[in-house]
């Protein structure tokens, strides 16, 4: 399953078979608007069941839970208590391959072409493409041939789908460096462990076709970077 994470708190059991509503077309270039003091929206979502499964996962700080699809066309929204919310619609309809939240409470989404940030009620902030964007057949293989997304300090890490490169982006999109994985097979999960106990900060990938976790230091991540382990 594509998208690493771990949780500490309890959240209620549910079934997340939603069907997402569809995105015809991506939407204009959003403006960054002031993070809102609102509460997130808990209308409930009266969408009808789905039959295809989850391959991303993220809860952020309320016990808020996020799942994405492998069919695309959204995220569906989960409350503590396993309540279904309204769905959030994303550009694009492609299978939403990671997800992420920050200490603010925002979303971020991966879909394998672009990584779209949305704030806590929603609503698009701002998106910015792969470089490059990379074609991956719907046929390619399991769960849609991986990838992922991690936050860490001023950087979003991209696992691409059906290539074995993780990317480093600024916040803003800009592309910092590029990371072939040994073997070049891609990246199923990314997770960013903060420094602690003596140890700096580190960024992990897992690599399902070689049953492999790669662990990076993350203040050297660079072009040509290579795993500590």
Known sequence: MA???LVTSGIASTTVGAAVPAVADDPPAATVEPESTEQESAEPDEAGPSTLGPIAVAVNSRGTSYVGFEHGRGVVRLGADGTRRRALPVPGGLPVTGLAVDGRDQLWVDDGERVSLLDRRGRLVRTFAHRPVLSCPVDGGDARRYGDLALGPGAVYVADRCRGTV?????????????VLPGGTPAGGLAFLRAGQGRPDRLLATVPDRARLLVFDAARFGDGARPLQ
């Open 167 to 179: 990317a480093e982006y600024s916040r803003t999109g800009v592309l910092r460096a590029t990371v």
């Open 3 to 5: 998208g690493a994470l």
